[in-house]
């Protein structure tokens, strides 16, 4: 079983910056797929970034360039920097583990909030 906790969430104006953190229990952290995903009242849930186990990283069009993953294996964390946002980033964002035998775990979801 898989664990994951997000934070870093919160309010923020147009144009500025927050860092999300996904934290992990278990030992399988190094070995997975990161990723985070966003949903916005009245849509589908859309992917963001991933990032690998070997730290290639991809990220979707419409954050590439503000928005940065990353990894820290050695404290089972994933980041999401986040810069230059916009309201069409509000969103509650999700953080995923995409184990190498397939299964896959979500965490509960930390809410990004920007306003104009």
């Known amino acids: 079983q898989v664990q994951l906790v997000e934070s870093g969430g919160g309010l923020v104006q147009a144009g500025g910056s927050l860092r999300l953190s996904c934290a992990a229990s278990?030992?399988?952290?190094?070995?997975?797929?990161m990723a985070w995903y966003r949903q916005a009242p009245g849509n589908q849930r859309e992917w963001v970034a991933s990032?690998?186990?070997?730290?290639?990283?991809n990220y979707a069009v419409s954050v590439k360039g503000r928005f940065t993953i990353s990894r820290d294996n050695t404290k089972n964390t994933v980041y999401l920097q986040m810069n230059s946002l916009k309201p069409e980033d509000t969103a509650l964002y999700y953080c995923?583990?995409?184990?190498?035998?397939?299964?896959?775990?979500w965490g509960q979801g930390t809410q990004v909030t920007v306003s104009s």
């Open positions: 995923k583990a995409l184990l190498a035998s397939g299964d896959d775990y």
């Open positions: 278990g030992s399988i952290f190094s070995s997975s797929t």
């Open positions: 990032i690998s186990s070997g730290g290639i990283t």
